[in-house]
């Protein structure tokens, strides 16, 4: 019934993958812990099994503890919907809308709810391990902060400072974030370490010591660069990576600017026979695809004019021509209809835009959220696919006909006549591996045996073995209270 904190002294310093790292590490020892992030900022969500949605990378965390996700590890979660708004997700469930200085105002309610998220786990287990978000040294913000030392604070835990040498800056990074903090925050900094050290750990020597010297905080170890990292599945959006491998079957993602649930592809780029590649602002969809994906969206219709800005339509009518196929996933499969109509505003100004035309379906957008981890039939392989969905608005037509997959005795998704173009509201579908191969198969694509789940779980074994080499971990553990 103990807790610790990790905060970065700058965003993406590797915060979600210490604590997973950690999670694991403490799972081995035999302790019972728990992960938890006060707030999180991400369109890449998990489904959890009381029915509601989470950060990507807390579900990754509760793997990495031997658990199944709940609410209660990231009781808020704001989901960025354009550039100066986002949707507020609290204890699973959507709460509003609103703007970044209506937050402001809406973060003292949220505290509580934030706080009474920890204490269930902090008695249901003997540690949990915090991440904070973004820097405590955004101290312009730290008024009503619920995120990183405000929640500190409030539920009394210690706080370990990671730092990122990889993008140069660290001893700034570390020092210049005590310099800045409030003296009563600072107290809350039992110690700082380095993360992502590539080369010769001993050369950063004279730093550590520097950095020790001027801040008065012990070191708890240099981790050097991780690069299997890259098997996880990635939250932030700057951490999509394609495989261009130039054999094999190619498939290309389209790389909207509001992009969610993308580690969808993450099981597609690890496979030997695919050649993935993100397709990203001022890129052509290339001549020699065999498969385009449109993926998940936070915003269908402004995603949409985004796809229409970039010319991408245009290319997606060339890759059909040429006898390429299309699969849109959630927001995708919604683009892929004739028409997708908000007459309430859910996403945006009230309003209906046109489709692609690829698939005879309309989508009508509502308050009601599906949330629900599902199993279905894929009908064309006919194989077994565990997934979720997580998505606003209802698509009905005639290609609906044609399911994608069977939920039960429910239809799911759509497509044309002979499969070219095909939609599903499944996320996740890619990780259940018989059908991945089968699918893969479909295109003469030769799949690998591996299991991609057991791969993940293979690879957090290993972080946290990489974290036992070179941190003090026993050190670390001692410090939460």
């Not at 999180?40 to 998990?46: E, H, L, P, R, Y």
């Not at 993008?167 to 107290?187: F, H, K, M, N, S």
């Not at 299991?451 to 026993?474: F, I, T």
Request: aromatic content about 6%; glycine content about 12%; some cysteine.
């Amino acid at each position: 019934m103990t807790a610790l904190m990790i905060q970065g002294a700058g965003s993406n310093v590797g915060k979600s993958l210490l604590v997973a790292g950690l999670c694991r590490a403490a799972r081995r020892r035999g302790l019972s812990v728990a992960p938890f992030k006060p707030q999180n900022m991400s369109n890449n969500a998990a489904v959890t099994v009381d029915g509601g949605e989470i950060g990507r990378a807390q579900a990754l965390q509760a793997q990495a503890a031997g658990l199944e996700p709940v609410t209660d590890m990231n009781p808020i979660l704001l989901k960025p919907e354009s550039e100066i708004g986002a949707q507020v997700v609290v204890h699973g469930l959507r709460l509003t809308t609103v703007k970044a200085r209506g937050y402001a105002d809406l973060k003292p309610r949220l505290l509580p709810r934030v706080l009474e998220s920890f204490r269930r786990l902090k008695a249901a287990h003997d540690l949990v391990i915090v991440e904070g978000a973004g820097s405590p040294a955004e101290v312009n913000l730290r008024a009503g902060d619920i995120a990183n030392m405000g929640f500190a604070r409030a539920a009394d835990v210690p706080v370990i400072l990671a730092g990122d040498i990889d993008r140069g800056g660290v001893i700034a990074q570390i020092v210049g974030t005590q310099a800045v903090l409030d003296p009563g925050d600072a107290d809350m900094i039992a110690g700082f370490l380095i993360n992502k050290f590539r080369g010769d750990v001993s050369l950063f020597d004279d730093g550590y010591r520097l950095i020790e010297a001027r801040t008065g905080w012990r070191g708890f170890g240099v981790l050097p660069f991780f690069a299997d990292a890259a098997r996880l599945p990635a939250e932030d959006a700057l951490d999509i990576r394609g495989r261009s491998a130039g054999q094999g079957l190619k498939i290309a993602c389209l790389t909207f600017e509001r992009i969610a649930n993308f580690d969808d592809l993450d099981p597609l780029a690890q496979e030997p026979g695919v050649s993935l590649t993100m397709i990203r602002a001022g890129q052509a969809i290339p001549g020699d695809t065999d498969l385009v994906i449109l993926p998940g969206t936070k915003s269908t219709r402004a995603d949409l004019a985004y796809l229409r800005i970039e010319g991408w339509d245009v290319d997606l009518a060339a890759h059909i021509r040429r006898g390429g196929q299309v699969l849109g996933l959630c927001g995708g499969y919604q683009m892929l209809g004739t028409a997708i109509h908000d007459p309430e505003g859910i996403e945006g100004p009230p309003g209906s835009t046109e489709g692609l035309g690829l698939l005879g379906i309309e989508t009508v957008m509502s308050r009601d959220k599906s949330l629900e981890r599902v199993t279905a039939r894929h009908v064309f392989t006919g194989h077994e696919v565990s997934g979720y969905e997580i998505h606003i608005g209802q698509s009905d037509g005639p290609d609906r006909a044609r399911p994608f997959a069977h939920v039960g005795d429910r239809p799911e998704g759509a497509s044309t006549l002979y499969g070219e173009i095909q939609g599903t509201y499944l996320h996740g579908l890619f990780a259940s591996d018989t059908f991945r191969r089968a699918y893969l198969e479909g295109f003469g694509a030769v799949a690998g045996a591996a299991s991609y789940g057991a791969g993940v779980d293979a690879v957090l074994d290993d972080l946290a073995e990489h974290m036992a080499r070179h941190l003090d971990l026993d050190a670390i553990l001692a410090t939460a209270r």
